[in-house]
């Protein structure tokens, strides 16, 4: 039982400065992400500003991605050319309320797809 009382406070301490130290979902590191891929669908809500895009990865898997505002020369024309010409991009990305938030567009050197 001595053994106990004096084991129990050494062993809790570091799991409650773990715990203290761990982010809620309010305060995730909003660290940017990158994904490399090719378009295959723009939402536009305006002629200068895309709502979404879906991007489809070098493993095939797709993923919708969340613009907000302007992206310079990336524009719905712009990103519509990427899709029908299958030229890569690459996204900058936030996760934010659990949508990919792109952050950063840029033109990208051609994507091998994996089979």
Partial sequence: M???K???PVLAAPIFLLLACTASDSEIDLDDL???GII???QSQSLLE???IILLDNSGLEHVIH???AYGKFTPAHLRDHMITAAPIS???QIRDGKLTATAIHD???LVIDE
Avoid: A, N, R
């Fill in 67 to 69: 613009l907000d505002g």
């Fill in 50 to 52: 895309t709502k979404t």
């Fill in 108 to 110: 990208d050197e051609p």
């Fill in 2 to 4: 001595q053994l106990v």
């Fill in 91 to 93: 996204v900058d990305y």
């Fill in 34 to 36: 990158s994904i490399k």
């Fill in 40 to 42: 295959i669908e723009v």
């Fill in 6 to 8: 004096v084991f129990l």
